[in-house]
């Protein structure tokens, strides 16, 4: 569906110029539509239906950090089409566009690291500001003080079983305990909400929140923190082994002269 944002009145539509007249979508627009349908039809499904795509999505369906995943699957379509159009750009010799390219993959693999790292380290904090959400939501502030007591002993006894299991066999190791804010928040909910409805629509926010984190994270580091910080340093250093480049092949054709 095609939206035209049209800024003159109606009433003046008689009066338009050539000037002011709506422009005539492109003619390549209708090519493009027909190469999204056949990529939906023929291409789509042949990459994402099939045994191996569904062995993995039975392995990951349940992972804490399947959304992550998808984040990071995203962007990694979105670099690879980065990468093929410097590759495929006649316009940049053959020397800058390999260049750009690893210029290119090593932000998205810096970027992938940064993120998954950050949204894991700010984990515990989250869980904290999880459980304010809630208490503040519900009104009553005991379930965060309750929570950051519950959480403080959970995180010592995860401590010494971490300690424990470095020198115990394998079948002595213990399982190290960790406590979630959702975990926590379902459990006291009932004294605040009755209605089943009601309870599963509170949770759904309260889940929302880990996806809202990742979501924050992942866009910070991938469109923010790594372009500014890599970007610069990645052109500077590209341009120094281009020039490093050409003064080898001057000074080989200043050598065979």
């Not at 049209?6 to 492109?26: G, M, V």
């Not at 994402?48 to 379509?77: E, M, P, Q």
């Not at 909400?193 to 929302?208: H, Q, W």
């Not at 991938?222 to 092949?249: D, F, G, Q, W």
């Amino acid at each position: 569906m095609q939206v035209t944002l049209n800024t003159i009145s109606p009433k003046y539509n008689n009066y338009q110029t050539a000037n002011n007249r709506p422009k005539q979508q492109p003619a390549f627009s209708g090519l493009s539509d027909k190469a999204g349908d056949v990529c939906a039809k023929h291409l789509i499904p042949k990459v994402f239906d099939n045994k191996v795509i569904d062995k993995l999505t039975d392995k990951v369906k349940n992972s804490d950090n399947l959304f992550k995943h998808f984040l990071a699957v995203g962007s990694a379509i979105t670099s690879g089409m980065y990468m093929y159009k410097t590759v495929t750009n006649d316009k940049l010799d053959k020397d800058r566009k390999n260049t750009l390219a690893v210029n290119q993959f090593l932000t998205f693999v810096l970027s992938t690291a940064g993120a998954y790292a950050l949204d894991g380290y700010l984990g515990d904090w989250w869980q904290k500001q999880t459980a304010k959400y809630a208490a503040k939501s519900l009104e009553d502030p005991t379930i965060h003080t309750d929570f950051l007591k519950e959480f403080k002993a959970v995180k010592e006894e995860a401590k010494k079983i971490k300690a424990f299991n470095k020198t115990a066999s394998m079948a002595d190791k213990k399982d190290v305990p960790s406590l979630k804010a959702e975990k926590f928040i379902k459990e006291r909910l009932g004294k605040y909400i009755v209605d089943k409805n009601e309870k599963a629509l509170f949770m759904k926010r309260i889940s929302g929140m880990g996806y809202l984190k990742s979501m924050l994270v992942f866009s910070l580091v991938y469109r923010y923190i790594v372009p500014v910080m890599v970007t610069k340093p990645a052109n500077k250093l590209c341009n120094m082994y281009l020039a490093h480049k050409e003064s080898k092949k001057e000074q080989k054709v200043a050598q065979k002269a």
